[in-house]
């Protein structure tokens, strides 16, 4: 139980920001958490499963178009729309992993065939009439709980950040279970896993799907939240985003896809607002703070602070003895 109590202390932070925060901080702390949660979703097999994909984007904006047009043509409540474009995307993550295993792909290519995914999803969205062109789907505004539209945006950071908790349960408890140690195993070294018995297949199909329905769910949000769903949704942008905030909190760890997007969308949001009067100049200061980081801190902030942690445990053990 004690594993759990840091994402206790995550969600009543939370609660206790959305009760003194105004619209504002609000709206750039709900795409924080939605920022985040997509950041966990990839994570599963991105960091821990060791598959590295662009697809992502193509998942969320599978769950948000899935879900927006069974609401404005058949009148389908997105809560239940959300569950088969997860199911879509749960599938196409099943195709990719079977096709990636079973053609015993190098990392690079199979990488470089998920980016080619992203570009050919955004053709297909800005060129289909059905899908909105280049415009998107809008949806009817309205605040009925019913269809998951709000007025209050209070409600949304209520709704993304306890997403994120349980995505974090999740991730909490398999990274500790011997299913988690499979996928470890499986990404550190597919020869030895093979060798232990591991069904490299069934595990990266299994992980996969569950990756690409979660992060299906973030597209429906997005749609619901700002009543459109359009084709930068699936964009490779997007995809370098989620794998960057990752790789800067700490990939493969559990509350670095947390840490990274809720510091970097906050700065980037400042860094905006600080020199509104200087084109390009807070996207420059951005990009050099990253690569600072990323050469400083190689493995991400959580794998630093863990090891610096464990140095000065270490050293406090080592003073007791002598004493």
């Known amino acids: 139980m004690k594993k759990y109590i840091p994402i206790m202390v995550f969600f009543v932070c939370g609660a206790i ?23 966990v979703t990839w994570n599963i097999i991105g960091g821990v499963g060791g598959q590295f994909t662009f697809a992502h984007p193509v998942y969320v904006a599978i769950g948000g178009y899935t879900s927006s047009l069974l609401f404005n043509h058949l009148g389908v409540s997105p809560w239940l729309g959300m569950f088969l474009g997860m199911a879509l995307a749960a599938l196409l993550a099943m195709l990719l992993g079977w096709i990636n295993y079973r053609r015993r792909l190098p990392h690079l290519t199979f990488a470089l065939i998920t980016l080619a995914i992203t570009f050919v999803a955004i053709i297909v969205l800005r060129s289909s009439h059905f899908l909105g062109g280049s415009e998107g789907i809008f949806l009817q505004r309205g605040n ?7 007025f209050n945006k209070q409600v949304y950071f209520w709704i993304i950040l306890g997403a994120t908790c349980l995505v974090l349960v999740f991730v909490t408890w398999f990274s500790r279970s011997m299913t988690g140690f499979k996928l470890i195993a499986l990404r550190d070294n597919e020869d030895a896993a093979a060798m232990l018995g591991i069904d490299q297949l069934k595990m990266a199909m299994m992980f996969s799907a569950i990756s690409a329905a979660l992060g299906a769910f973030g597209g429906t949000f997005y749609a619901q939240y700002l009543f459109v ?8 942008h997007l995809a370098v985003e989620i794998i960057l905030f990752t790789a800067i909190g700490g990939m493969g760890t559990v509350w670095g896809p947390v840490l990274g997007p809720l510091a970097m969308v906050v700065l980037i949001r400042y860094l905006n607002a600080e020199f509104v009067n200087i084109s390009g100049l807070g996207q420059v200061v951005y990009g050099v703070i990253i690569i600072v980081v990323l050469v400083v801190l190689k493995d991400g902030v959580v794998s630093w602070g863990g090891r610096k942690l464990a140095q000065q445990t270490s050293k406090l053990k080592i003073r007791e003895q002598r004493q």
């Open 17 to 39: 920001f959305s009760m003194v925060a105004d619209n504002y901080w609000l709206d750039i702390m709900v795409f924080a958490l939605w920022y985040a949660y997509l950041c």
């Open 144 to 150: 009925d709980p019913l269809t998951f539209r709000f």
């Open 229 to 236: 769903i359009d084709p930068t949704v699936a964009s490779s």
